[in-house]
């Protein structure tokens, strides 16, 4: 559908109501194995550098769910990323990956600015946290921030993970330390 419009929502789907199941479902049960795109969002004019591609707003605490987006295959024996975050651009720049710890109010020691962890099932099937990237605000005044970098691995005493190499910045690199466990 084609709009003229600026400012109006071209569709809207309204699932107040809503209690199982799904607001929206796009299925391809097609077995032709040629490349092909599902869904595609594009933002297809370079001048209009203040557009947001995709925004997603979860409202509530995902507790039940376990996440607010969940990319998930079910192939067997799946070897390609199942996200790729590609910049087709022809600069020297890679793609950003960015964790924004933003809750509203001013920032703290011990703040944490984004974890990545890394889960498997064990022997018996018990999904289990392996490894884990922390990153937490060390020193938050502003100014003179300094961000510590902790490294962990599930290690055999309980099961859980532990750190073991630490990164913390200093008044400038030569001054940051690092610690390794062990």
Known sequence: TTSSATTEVIDNITA???TT????SITSDSSNTSARTLVEFKNDNSAAVGATVLSITNDAVASTAGQTVLIETTVASETNPLLNLKNSNADANGPILRLTQDGGSAGAASDIA????FFADDADQNNQEYASINATVAASTSGSEQ???EIGVACTDDGGVDTVLTLEGGAAAASSTVTVAG
Do not use: F, H, N
């Open 16 to 18: 107040d109501s809503l």
């Open 21 to 24: 199941g799904k607001a929206l």
């Open 114 to 117: 984004g974890k990545i962890q």
């Open 147 to 149: 961000g510590k970098l």
